[in-house]
Structure formats: C-alpha cells, structure tokens
C-alpha cells in the first residue's frame, strides 16, 4: 500500500514482540480480564482465574472512553495500582488503554502494553507520543476505518521509534443490528501479506454476545490470528459497563480448553502443507 | 425474532437436506465449480478435478445476474445441459442458480439444488416459486441484508411447502475496499441459535481474493458452518467471470486436504466438551 | 462510467418522460398517495386530497413487496381497480409497483408509470419485462447500491428499448438508526452530470420520520431534483404500512404551498446566473 | 436521547454563538478559506477573496491530522500568525483546528473558533479541553457516528461549562464511491428537534467533488442549515491537500450570489407559513 514504509510487508516477514517473555507473533497469546477495573477484589479474582485458565497477559481499562460524560470514566491512577498488585501476584503483563498524550509517560510506569482503542486510532498526538514511550502499542482497528487506514496508523507508532506494535481487529460498523459490530476475520489473512506485525481478535467488541465468543476465538485461530482480547469478569451481572458480553471464569476456561489444542492442531497441519 | 414461525430455532433443533444422499447439516459439505458454465470442455474439466479432490456436489452458473446488461449473461439452457453431462460422468448434484419465477420448474429439472443468489434474495415472486419447485433451495444472504431479514426470506420459502432451505453467508457490504465484501463469520453461530437451517459459507465472493479463500475457509470449519461454496476454475485467468477470484483445481486441492482433518478434531472437541 | 451507453449523459442533455401531458425532467412533479391501496375509501379520500393540494400523479401500491410473508401483501387486481377508480376521478395519471415479471404487461394496462422497488432494483428478469411494457418506469435506487450500479439497472430497461426512464433516490441502508435509512440528496446533482434521465427524490421511505419530509422536500428542489414521490394518507394511524412515516393531507398541502414558490425562485436564479 | 441533559432540546429552543459579532445560529454564516494554511500569500489572497465574496469567518488548518505520517502535517504556529495577518486585515474572525489537548490554550489565542475535526470527535481529552478554553468550538461529526454520539460528544464540551457548540455535518462513511462520503443532509431537521446548538453543513468534505458542493450548499440552506464550511483555494492545482475538492475564488463567489437571497425567501416563506 502506498505510503507505507516500515509498516509494509516488503521490509520484514513478520515481527515478534517480546512482552515480558510471551512472545506475540510467535506463541498465540491470550489476553483476558476486565473491561474496566473496578475495584480490588474484583481485579484480583478476575486475575486468579484467567491465569488459572490460562491466559498469558492480563487487560483492564482504568481510563474509559465513554460515549456520555456521565458514565463511569474508570478509576484512572487508582486502577492502575490495583493492576500493579493484579500483576505482582500473578505474574501476568498488563495490557491497558491510554487516551490522552499527556499521560502517555507515567501510564507506561504501570502498563507493560499501553493499548489504543477504536475511538482513537486516528488520534495521531497520542499515537506519536506511544511512539516514544518505550512499551508495546496494541493498536485496536477504528470501528470504521480500512486496513489501509489502520496501517498508517501502525505507521505513526513505528516511524517515531517504536517497532513493538500489536494489531487488533475489535469489529467494524456495518448495517447488522444483531451483532455489537461486524467481526471483520479476512482482517487476518489480509493483514498478514500486507504487514509483517502481529494481528490478534477481540472477539467480545466485535461480537458483543457472549454465545459467539467461543465460535469466533475458535475461528480466529483458523484463520491465523496470533492470539485474542476477551472481557472476563468474574461477576458478569455487576460489571460497571459491558455487562452483557463479558465472559464468567467459567465461560472463559471452556474456550481456553479448546484453544490450545486447536492451535496445535492448525500448527502441525500447516507444518506438514502450505495453503 | 418476531414474525418467524417455521425458520425459528424455537419449532426446531436441527434440519438435515438430503441432496442425493448428501446430508448438508449433519456432514461438512463442500461445493464447488466456476462462477459460469463457459464451455462443455472448462465444465468437465472442472467437475472431475473437483471430484478428485474431494467435492460433495458441484456448482455452475446458466443464468448470470451480471451488473452491466452487457456482460456475458450466461449460456442458458445449454448451460444447464452441460452441467447434466457433467453430474452424468462424476456423479455429483448439481446447484445452479435461477433468476426468473418463470424458469423455476424447467431449471427444476436440472438442478438438485436451486439457488437464490444475493441480488435476489427478496425477489418474492422468486422465493415463493422456489418454495412450490420440490427441490431443496441455497439461500445467499442480500449483500445489504440483516440476519433478521435474511430469515424472514427464508420463511417465504418454507411457508410454501418446501422444508429444505440451506443459507449461505457471502459477505456484506462494507465500508472496506481491499475485501470484495466483507465475510460476516459471525453469521454462522448466531443463524445457529436463531434457526435450524443449516448455514454455509461461500469465501469466494465475500473476500474475492484468492489469498484469502484458504484462512476463511479453514475459520469457517471452525466457527460451526455446515459446509462451503467456491468457485473453482480450470483456467481461471480465462473466466468469463471472476477471474480475479476463482481457485486453481491444484489451490482447491491443497485446502481440501486441510478442511476434512480440521472439521474432524472440531467435532471430536465438541463431543468431549461443549463450549 | 464504463458500459453505460444509453443511459451515458454523454448522449444526451436530458430526458423528458411525458406521462399524460405531466413531462417529467421538465416541470417538478410530484406524485403522492398512500403506500398501499387499503380499500376504495381510503384511497378515493386521499386521491382527492392530493388532487386539490396540487399533486400531479398518484402513487399506491397493489403489491406489496414485505419483509415477512406473513404481513399484508396488497390487495393484488382489487387494488388496480381502485386506482382505476381513483385516475377517473381526478385525473391523476397513476404510479404503481410491479414485483413479478410475468405480472408486467396486465398490470401495465391499469398504470401510467411502471414502479420497480428498492428490493427488486436488480431483479434483471423484471427490469427487461419493464423495458419491454411500454409504459415509463420509475426505478427506485437499491437501499444498497452504487450510483453505477443504479445507472446499469436504467440501463437494462433502455436497452429493451423503452426511453422513459425515470430514478428515484429512497435513501441508502447506513449505520445510522435515527433515520430509516440515510437519504443521499447529492445523487441528485451527481446524477445530473452522469445521465439524462429525471431524478426525483422520495423523502418518506429515505427519513422515515414525518417531521424531516417537509424539509428534505424543500431541500430536493433546492439540490435540483425534478420530483418528489411521497407517502399521504388520509389517516395515517390506521394505514397498514408505513403508518408512521404518511403526512396527512394537511400537512401535505402545507408542503405543497411552499414547493411551487421556491422551485420558481430557484429557476429564476438558475437563469440569470448559473453555479 | 438518553444520557442527554445540556445538548438536548428539552433545556432551550436554540443557542446563538456570537462570534465577534457573528451570530450563529441567527444568521446563515459562511466559513470560507483553504484546508490548510500553506503560505502568507495563499493565505491572504485567500482571505481578500472570500471576504469579497460575502464570507463571514475564515477556515484555515495550522494542525493537520492527515492519514499518513509523511503526508503534510501543517505549518504549526507559523501557519496561525499567518491567520493572525488575514484575520487583521480583512477583520475575519478565524476557525481552526486543534488536535492535541496539550496545545488547546496556546492555540485559543489565535482562534475565535476551535474546530475539532471528525478523526477526533470521540477524542474525549481534547474534548473536555476545548470545554475549559473559553472559546466557541466547531464541532465536526465523526465519519462515522451515529446523531447520539454526536450529540454525546456536544455534551463533554457543555459539561465542561462551554455552552457554544456549534455542530458540523461533513459527510458520513457508506458504500457509494463517486462521493468521498455521503452527506446526511437530513441532520440538519433532526438535530434540530434533537438540539438547541446550531448546524452547519461542510460540502467539501462531504461530496469531495467542486461540481456537486453548489447544489449541495443551496440544498443546505433550503434544509435549515445555519450555514456551510467550506473550502476555498487562491489556486486549488497548487494545494498542498484536497486539491481536488477546493472551490476557486470565481465559483465560491457564484455561489454566494444565490445563497443569501435563497435564505432570505426561504426565511419568509417560513414566517408566512410553518412546515
């Protein structure tokens, strides 16, 4: 695609990023947890059981972008310190969002992946200023924007310094009412010859059902994803928002009971003939 | 959803359609042939390279709904013989679309399946004839049309009389330009908890790249599709139609080679644990 | 646009459907009526209605293309003959759909203008039956469709060899839920630089909302449109259709008496300087 | 609309913004000048012609957030003392665009309007900034949001304690290809009932076409639009962006010689008689 230089395909074949010893584009890596934290106990025992299922990195929003200024907007610095203890205690990484340029620097203190979400892909002084922070971008696809878009995005990061950019497919917006968003899958094969970073699925923003998390985790590994983003919280019915999609622990250990199997399976298949 | 009667989850479980003893619902289908019927020669050629590799039925369009009234429109009748001579020598059902409520009991002769393609997916006068042919129908979702609607064009053809409509995802229109149109995956384990009918995929139209046809097809295996639909072409470079789109015999090879196996641990997982 | 010939504004300036002394692409015509003919009152009432406000055709609708089979399909010939009615009179030339190809030549002895639906725009059957009629067309753009797309459907019924084209932009499917679908006024000018066929607008099925009629109608003549095809009914709470988006008569002549001024001050400008 | 409280209709009848002496929301205002601030004399050339032509304030981007990193990104404070040099010579008060929350207060120093463009509507830091600035903002809907969200992002800046929002619809992202977005004209008579603020409509940006951005203007107005941002250029093949889409100084001023007195009939006409 034009325009693009270190974002593009021709330069490398594809980029691992070192998170903390989970290796994104090389193992597949789950990132579970929260839509927001909410308070300690809540984190914490969300924490427990997705490490226990299985889950490599931990996610948690403590700055939310909201639709109305009056919804909850996150704890802010208070997250972030119960993420920290969430983290001590489980050794889990912790991907969380960051929305304003300004807080770029200290939120890295706390994040081992700094996440950029859907509102503000094109936010381009944030994504230059996550460019020089030093941690690892999970970039998220605006909701309504093209691959070509989402990768000059990607390009931003890079060309301020920073290789270490994770992609993540959350669903486009199209006509359909039944789902949240429209899962765009083909993202994933298309991304691959286009890119050479790593793509991984939110299945829970792009679905918003908790009945099609596990199909689509599922088809994500068959389509070559190199790993997801899913909401678990370990009270569904309370969270504070996103109630209706959020996966229970139990939930969560099904799909993750069936994920790894799965990849291995896919692994061996590939090994042994190419598409 | 309000106004279903007979496509609704709620009067049934599951809907197995026997074509020729090919049991679309309960097996993973797999349909294959090119976009049109060119020629005795590239129809044969293609029915017996798809056989070889392991295709349940075959497909092959006589009437093409083409944008321009002055592309090639299809060969018609003779098309719809060459096809017969094709099923003769390789056995395998045919699905044909019709376009016309005229032609519906004439190309009923023919065709073991009839096919509704997705610009006429609410041409009621078509699905109503449909419904009265006697033959089972492949039903493609409108390319702007929502799940709701898309069963509600199904409940016009089961409210005439005939039982056996299978659905087939092509990809919605979208936004995103790398993409022919966008493969809405998600469709297939949300139309399984909305209906009994079962659901397949057509990777063809809806990514209309052949690059991508492969990861799609082995995601759908995994997100629950009963089957596919692909365009297979013996010379693809030649087609009237598609070019750009349509598989090698050698490339559908290769993906068949993976889809069986896949489709086979799926269903081991499922019947050890149920997400 | 490739493949446009006749319909190419290459060929010609612009087109003027006569519809009995009404001349389309000339004056600004508007044509008006209930969406279905409910029974001889309902619409002999609203006929005179929209008679004395200053319509010059009559629109409603014998068949009924609906969502779900199961919703009122229109009154078939019954209806026709209440339109019939109706045209003796007050000498409204009338407007009506035509779903089924084999339905064209009877229905086109009760219509003075050929209606093709938004779901049937690509009913290619139906366009060439049209094409063949006699009788203008009016072709309403697909909720889904490309302005080429369009221009190739009007292309197929003049290439039957029937000139009296006439397009109607009804709003296209979008993401947007305030408003039924989102009405693509720019069409009108776009349209005017690539064909010379007449464009009108219909603002009832585009908003949906009886409050946005009035000033998306005045914003059609100010954009250059050379119509309105719109919903009245004589009693909207009771229609079996569209009950929420029929002005009344009332508010329909409070329309009208502001249209006519406004289309002569906007000619008179269009003369003494041109944009 | 939910969630709603100082945005909504139900708390006023209709906001004025008063920007040195122009009233918003009063009067049909006309925004005039180039996407972006290239040099002094593009930009007072510029200037002189617009306000010649009957401009009311000066558009102009010091900051452009642009798709691609290596596109050009603007001139930065040396483009706004070039605005500060238009703004004294043709007592033009000028809008233009911020992007960073970090440059909010340095950058309300040179504008009498904050434009916060459509990549940034849902940019929730630089909203509440631009809320505390004591400045009037612009505020562009997201190319792809629904009128809730629009109206959910006016509210941040309310909340804030900034009570003059001026709304701005420039286009929304669809299907359709020959525009560069759709132009939902139909904002304008919902956020009227919606909301109090004003609405004006951004042709340019909306169609991306010179032809179609003066029957779109006359249609903005006849629609009830409180008046048009758009974009004018000394020499639009020499634009360093949207050379394609930005109107000369001759046809702006064509232009401006129907829009006032088109306003001013339909003003009567709406005083004799309401819709």
Redesign the interface.
């Given at each position: 695609m034009k325009?693009l230089?270190l974002a593009s395909r021709e330069i490398a074949q594809r980029t691992v990023v070192n998170v903390a010893g989970v290796e994104i584009g090389r193992d597949f890596v789950v990132i579970a947890g929260p839509c927001s934290v909410e308070s300690e106990e809540q984190t914490l025992e969300t924490a427990r059981a997705v490490k226990a299922a299985g889950a490599d990195m931990m996610r948690g929003g403590a700055f939310k972008?909201?639709?109305?200024?009056?919804?909850f907007q996150g704890l802010g610095i208070a997250g972030l310190k119960i993420l920290e203890k969430a983290k001590k205690e489980t050794g889990l990484p912790i991907v969380t969002e960051v929305?304003?340029?300004?807080d770029v620097t200290w939120v890295a203190e706390f994040a081992d992946v700094l996440q950029i979400g859907t509102?503000?892909m094109?936010?381009?002084?944030?994504l230059k200023e996550v460019g020089r922070a030093g941690r690892p971008v999970l970039l998220k696809r605006?909701?309504?924007s093209?691959?070509?878009?989402w990768l000059?995005c990607a390009?931003?990061i890079l060309?301020e310094g920073n290789p270490d950019v994770i992609l993540c497919e959350r669903g486009?917006?199209?006509?359909?009412?039944?789902?949240r968003n429209?899962?765009?899958?083909?993202a994933?094969?298309?991304m691959k010859?286009?890119t050479h970073l790593p793509v991984i699925i939110d299945p829970t923003h792009?679905?918003g059902?908790v009945?099609?998390i596990?199909?689509?985790s599922?088809?994500?590994?068959?389509?070559?994803a190199d790993g997801l983003l899913v909401e678990v919280h370990h009270n569904p019915e309370q969270a504070l928002c996103d109630a209706e999609q959020a996966l229970t622990p139990e939930q969560f250990k099904?799909?993750m009971?069936?994920l790894r199997?799965?990849k291995a399976?896919?692994d061996q298949?590939e090994k042994s003939?190419?598409?």
């Open positions: 325009n230089k972008p909201r639709t109305s200024p009056y919804s929305i304003d340029p300004r509102r503000n094109q936010n381009y002084s944030l605006g909701m309504y093209t691959l070509e878009e000059n390009e931003y060309s486009i917006r199209t006509f359909e009412k039944y789902t429209t899962l765009d899958l083909s994933v094969p298309a010859e286009l792009s679905t059902r009945s099609l596990g199909p689509m599922l088809a994500s590994v068959a389509a070559g099904q799909i009971n069936r199997p799965l399976f896919i298949q003939e190419v598409i």
